[in-house]
């Protein structure tokens, strides 16, 4: 239902405004209220000589790829060679960036900065397959021969602990190792890049012939992207997770609703989420069509980068009077856990709708729900239940420093337990090798892969057929609360059961 409570500013120029006070159990999207844009009045016009320039006012994402371009100021649908900060490649996409790199450039060239490509194995790893081996070799080949400085390399498999390099999952390790920085263009050859939008930072997925391009010549030519804004404002309830926000968000505008648009957060519910929280709403904008996510760096960001990086950095905000096509506003004190049902990201539900749906298993991993603060949500449900889970429970961290969290840090209120002590107590899988696991499928053999048309909760991203394995599974996208409620029960099941 439609929600007055907030009213739209009168500084930002926007062409339409949504109000959401909660979600709908019928999915019912309201009708749009359309306000008819506030402008200026006619200035009289003065001389260059009086003023100075005019300045253009811009979003965050038109400031960020406007100084990236070296221009002064950018408008949505103008396009411009960006100027590229870094440039993150993986197992399954790198081989063809680099080849389409040494044919286009030559087989003896150089990237146009040893420093700014990163290098990240993540997909298939843990697998016997051969080809999938081989993608490893490819990288480790061309990255001794570049001299690449940030490759986060993996070579005995039989055990992660013991290779000091590798890290896991790329949009999480990106992050941990610092290569996240505001005010930056960060691009990689996966589409949930745009998880780096968590930073204040401009990050997108790209492919392999522009990412081989890119590799040469350290620019690529985009087009500037108009901007959505969603403001979240509002308590966040404690049985809430960010992965609920965005799944509304997506439900609301569909998974079209965003196509080629910059997606921006604001609001004091998103300035009080954690980073890793705020990477999960940023993750899958892509799902909603978004070119890229993004939320301004605060105190918040600037305390998670100490440490990570010695770079200086520049944050950059939209302006008041900063063009927006659309604004939505949440009341997120009124929202409730949410699902997606097979097979689409914005086949929106609530999960206490979803009761009657008997699971086979429950999945806790990947960049959306991998990170030490998803297994810790996990963790406290399992906590307060007390009770063992009815369906296999698979457990795969993102990357290795969020493992070693699993096994050493502290859930609160638990009397000292780490969450690796209560997902043993309740019965789930030993925590796997940290990877992509089977969020994408992948060779036969990837741990915890569907080979076989079951009912899965999960807390990846995409719940497309065929999407985690068998082309007939079903898989309801979830918050870590949810997955693990769901776990317990051996049902869709709202986390309030056990968190209230």
């Known amino acids: 239902m439609a929600s007055s409570a907030f009213a739209p500013p009168s500084s930002s120029l926007i062409s339409n405004t949504k109000d959401f006070g909660l979600s709908s159990a019928k999915c019912k999207r309201p009708a749009p209220r359309r306000i008819v844009s506030v402008m200026a009045p006619q200035q009289t016009q003065r001389t260059p000589a009086t003023t100075g320039s005019v300045k253009t006012a811009m979003t965050m994402t038109e400031k960020i790829l406007a100084r990236a371009s070296e221009k002064p100021s950018l408008v949505p649908g103008e396009n411009a060679w960006v100027n590229v900060d870094i440039l993150m490649t993986h197992d399954v996409c790198g081989p063809g960036s680099i ?11 150089k990237v146009w900065d040893r420093e700014k490509v990163v290098i990240i194995p993540d997909h298939y790893i843990f697998t016997a397959d051969e080809r999938a081996n081989r993608n490893v070799d490819i990288l480790r080949d061309f990255c001794k021969e570049q001299d690449i400085k940030y490759f986060y390399d993996i070579t005995d498999l039989s055990n992660f602990k013991v290779n000091p390099d590798y890290k896991g999952v790329c949009h999480i390790a990106l992050a941990q190792e610092g290569h996240c920085r505001p005010g930056e263009v960060l691009l990689g050859t996966d589409s949930h890049t745009c998880t780096a939008g968590a930073f204040g930072q401009f990050a997108t997925g790209i492919g392999n012939t522009d990412a081989g391009f890119v590799l040469g010549a350290g620019k690529i030519l985009l087009k500037v992207p108009p901007t959505l804004r969603f403001v979240l404002d509002g308590e966040m309830p404690d049985y809430l997770l960010a992965k609920d926000l965005i799944l509304q968000i997506i439900g609301e505008i569909s998974v079209a609703g965003a196509t080629y648009k910059a997606m921006e957060f604001v609001g004091s519910t998103v300035e009080s989420l954690n ?3 705020r990477m999960t709403l940023c993750n899958m904008v892509v799902e909603a069509g978004g070119k890229n996510g993004v939320v301004p760096a605060d105190s918040t960001t600037f305390k998670y980068l100490e440490g990570k990086t010695s770079l200086p950095y520049e944050p950059v905000y939209s302006d008041q009077s900063a063009r927006f096509v659309s604004e939505y506003r949440f009341d997120v004190s009124k929202l409730e856990p949410l699902v997606a049902k097979p097979h689409s990201p914005d086949n929106r539900a609530l999960a206490r709708e979803c009761k009657n749906v008997k699971i086979d298993r429950v999945y806790i991993g990947s960049c959306t729900g991998g990170k030490t603060e998803d297994f810790l949500a996990a963790a406290k449900v399992f906590l307060a239940s007390g009770k063992k889970v009815k369906v296999p429970t698979f457990l795969v961290p993102a990357t290795q420093k969020v493992w070693m969290d699993v096994y050493t840090m502290e859930v609160p209120g638990s009397g000292g337990k780490t969450c690796s002590q209560i997902f043993e107590e309740a019965g789930c899988d030993t925590p796997a090798s940290p990877s992509c696991g ?15 048309p079951q009912v899965c909760v999960s807390t990846t991203n995409r719940n497309f057929p065929g999407r985690m394995g068998n082309k007939e599974g079903q898989i309801y996208l979830a918050s870590p609360y949810t997955a693990a409620a769901s776990a317990l029960t051996g049902y869709v099941t709202d986390p309030r059961e056990f968190l209230q």
Do not use: V
Request: include cysteine; aromatic fraction near 10%; hydrophobic fraction near 30%.
């Open 99 to 109: 080849g389409i790199f040494k044919r286009e450039f030559g087989q003896n060239s």
């Open 275 to 277: 980073m890793e929280e």
């Open 438 to 452: 089977a969020c994408l499928g992948g060779p036969k053999d990837t741990y915890a892969r569907m080979n076989e």
